[in-house]
């Protein structure tokens, strides 16, 4: 009689399951199969044309990315994502070939991106690469940063800003370095270069930038002798005054060269600036000729 009713028992719970799975609700019954396939897991590359609210990292791993939209606040812009090529074991040191051909790339991309080379505002370009985990995972790119900073000189911070650095330099702005005034020493050297309105006076503007050739960082008297002279023919250019031997009686010149392990990295551009040490001017000096930048007596 128990093994009747134990009998009968298991019967009723078979045919309740089986009622139960036939009332699918026009389902298949079947967990699995209707799901589509996940992809298989990848290297992750980083986005472009995004910002980021963190500081600069020149190792980014997957964990500490977290991109955001360039209308909230932020310190930095990817502006190009580029990628290694070979088949290295860890991403590639700081003065390697492979870091200053990425930094060349990214050079010319944020050039491009801001409508003027980057080195004519107040902005510094950095490149970042995948941490040791992330480059043995597969990925191989290489990002182009851009950051705006307080000044271009001595002492610059990273900005907190709102809004896209695309073509901030096609157009005037706030960005763009124009008049400066200087700050010397007891020795008359220049320690600081201070930004001022071209309509107050002042003693000193920016002229543009001089590609170094790819040579070692200067040391030496000779060495300087070279960056100097580069930038005294960008001042030339830029005051529409003769390149000669008569043009340190007119202006003398400030240079702001990359610092030593930016220029092992692949960074070759040297701000120039024009410098009047013997007077003040209102104005630029842009396209003055020789009558904005005549020969000094002494």
């Known amino acids: 009689m ?6 009968l028992i298991a019967a009723l719970a078979v045919g309740a399951l089986l009622a139960g799975c036939a009332g699918t609700g026009g389902l298949d019954g079947d967990l699995v199969d209707d799901w589509a396939v996940l992809p298989p897991p990848g290297p992750f590359t ?4 995004v910002c980021h609210e963190a500081d600069f990292a020149d190792v980014v791993p ?5 991109p955001v939209d360039c ?8 502006v190009h994502v580029g990628s290694f090529a070979g088949g290295r074991s860890e991403p590639p040191a700081s003065a390697s070939t492979e870091m200053r051909t990425a930094f060349a790339d990214c050079d010319t991309r944020a050039t491009g991106y801001v409508g003027d080379n980057w080195r004519a505002g107040r902005l510094r370009l950095a490149v970042a690469v995948p941490s040791g985990p992330g480059w043995a995972a597969g990925s ?12 271009a000189d001595v002492g610059a911070k990273v900005v907190m800003r709102t809004g896209s650095l695309r073509d901030a330099l ?3 702005s706030a960005l763009r370095l124009g008049c400066q005034q200087t700050r010397t020493d007891r020795n008359g050297v220049v320690q600081a270069l201070i930004p001022v309105d071209c309509a107050e006076r002042h003693d000193a503007e920016f002229a543009g930038v001089w590609a170094s050739p790819d040579r070692p960082y200067p040391k030496r008297g000779v060495d300087w002798a070279a960056v100097y002279a580069g930038c005294r023919s960008v001042l030339a250019r830029y005051a ?13 010149v400030v240079v702001r060269p990359p610092g030593a392990g930016r220029w092992r ?3 070759r551009g040297v701000r120039c600036y024009l410098w009047l040490s013997d007077r003040a001017v209102t104005g630029s000096l842009r396209d003055a000729g020789r009558a904005g930048l005549p020969l000094r007596t002494k």
């Open 2 to 7: 128990q093994r009747a009713t134990r009998s």
């Open 46 to 49: 980083p986005a472009v044309e």
């Open 62 to 66: 997957v964990a500490a990315y977290a």
């Open 71 to 78: 209308a909230v606040p932020h310190r930095v812009e990817t």
């Open 140 to 151: 191989r790119w290489y990002r182009c940063d851009l950051l705006e900073v307080t000044t």
């Open 170 to 172: 096609r157009v005037p």
């Open 240 to 252: 529409r005054v003769p390149d000669d031997a008569h043009l340190v009686f007119r202006s003398d």
């Open 265 to 267: 990295a692949g960074d």
